[in-house]
């Protein structure tokens, strides 16, 4: 029998390779992304394939990378930016298989088979992920500086299997993690920033997932798209959006300075982490729904990109906290305690 | 970068990585030729003199410089220690693996230089094999003054 959520998965999750003849080719993006808080650690995973439009790169070339940041409870981000010869890149279309060199991912069995390991540094990993939660198009075709970018999250999904960080083995079950899939068209430097976040529960049982998105200008002041979605076990419960929601930041994430990825980037971004916000809260109200949530900040690395328009750069903070969620939606109380990764584009 | 020339001392690498930035990003090579015109530098790593001198459109390099306005010495341990990050170049400065005289002005120039420099080559496509190319010339130098 065909598990319906992976079915689903199938069909809406897969690739979009421009075609030649396709002008927003030459800003195509696309990636999948994991993410997992387990107990013992955070980990986010990037599979990430764009046009190359650095000037002495080949018209039409693409550039394929892999992300991987892990952060062990109370240690130190391990992690790289590994760059992938595009010979070594093979990406079937009619479902979801990819291979970035000796890593992959592809959709087998109901669920994400996920195999990677680090060119230079040591985290290694092979992962089944089975969705439990339906997917939703977050984004579709929202405007992102001068182009247009597509978001499906899978919110919920069980991981099991090992991961690799250093000397220590992890063996997983039942761990929450988290998927999404973007696909779009635009240059890192135009006029575009984001604040997303997901937050999963941290005790077996509770049947809420939450995922939150912002898309504004770079400055913040125009908004583009915010949504808040809510899932009760597989099914999307609720959706708050635009007006429905508030959002509203305290202090900034202080300590010690986040490290940059790829790590050469220390030397273009030495800044610290005042732009990051210490707490997030985001309010929710439509009718009788009404929702409230804090994300706490906890830990933060920057994953640093070149910008396309210009020498500058843009700075993705990846930020692993708790959220807290209270309130009610159909007059059902919701509670949630968990764990979240928000991510900062500035 | 297959085809690249003997790269057997650190002077061919510094050689090769600003032909390189010139080739694949230009724009950026000429942005550091006009910042720092018309100094010179005397970079010295693993004990190896490599003196640079720039002008409004090239980086010439001489045999040698009478008065260069910055020296600068390092090893190539230090450099892939800044590059992945186990130290930063404050850090590096202050235990005194990387030694810099001149003046303050000329080594902000020469530092936003620095800055330009790594800009561009994080855009260049043949960057990361220079590199890697380095990495391996690094692992098999002798334990540097």
Sequence with gaps: ?346 | MNSSPDLATAGAFVRTSLALLRQEYGDVYFLLCRRLAPRALLLVIDGEEIPLRFTPFEIEFPAALPRPRVHCQTTSEAILDVIDARLTLNEAVAAGRLILVGDTADLSLFHDGLIDYVRGMVRAPSAPFLLERFRRFAEVRPDSP
């Design chain 1, 1 to 346: 029998m065909i598990d319906p959520i992976a079915a689903l998965i199938d069909q809406t999750n897969r690739f979009h390779l421009p075609s030649p003849f396709d002008p927003a080719g030459a800003w195509y993006k696309e990636w999948y992304h994991f993410c997992l808080p387990a107990p013992e650690f955070d980990l986010i995973v990037n599979f990430n394939l764009s046009a190359d439009v650095r000037p002495a790169a080949s018209p039409g070339s693409q550039i394929a990378r892999l992300v991987v940041l892990l952060r062990e409870q109370g240690g130190a981000w391990e992690g790289d930016v590994d760059t992938i010869p595009v010979r070594d890149v093979a990406i079937r279309p009619e479902t979801i298989d990819i291979t970035f060199g000796h890593n992959r991912v592809r959709l087998r069995n109901g669920g994400f088979e996920l195999s990677l390991a680090l060119q230079n540094r040591p985290v290694a990993l092979t992962l089944f992920l089975e969705p439990v939660a339906l997917p939703l198009l977050m984004r579709s075709n929202t405007p992102v500086g001068q182009g247009r970018i597509n978001w499906i999250v899978v919110p919920r999904l069980r991981a099991g299997g090992t991961v690799i960080a250093g000397e220590r083995v992890y063996r997983l079950e039942n761990c929450p993690a988290y998927h999404d899939h973007n696909w779009g068209s635009w240059l890192w430097g135009h006029d575009l920033a984001w604040e997303w976040g997901f937050a999963l529960p941290t005790a077996g049982g509770v049947p809420w997932s939450i995922v939150f998105d912002r898309t504004t200008d770079r400055g913040r002041n125009r908004l583009r798209e915010l949504t808040l979605a809510v899932w009760r076990g597989e099914k999307l419960h609720r959706v708050f959006t635009q007006n429905e929601l508030a959002v509203q930041s305290q202090g900034y994430l202080t300590g010690a300075r986040p490290p940059k990825f790829p790590r050469v980037a220390g030397l273009l971004v030495p800044g610290s982490t005042g732009d990051i916000p210490r707490r997030l809260l985001i309010s929710a109200r439509q009718g009788d729904d009404a929702l409230e949530l804090l994300f706490e900040a906890a830990a933060s690395a920057q994953i640093v990109i070149p910008n396309e328009t210009d020498l500058d750069n843009t700075v993705i903070n990846e930020v692993t906290g708790r959220l807290t969620a209270r309130g009610q939606i159909r007059q059902e109380p919701l509670e949630l305690d968990g764990r979240g990764i928000f991510e900062f584009l500035t």
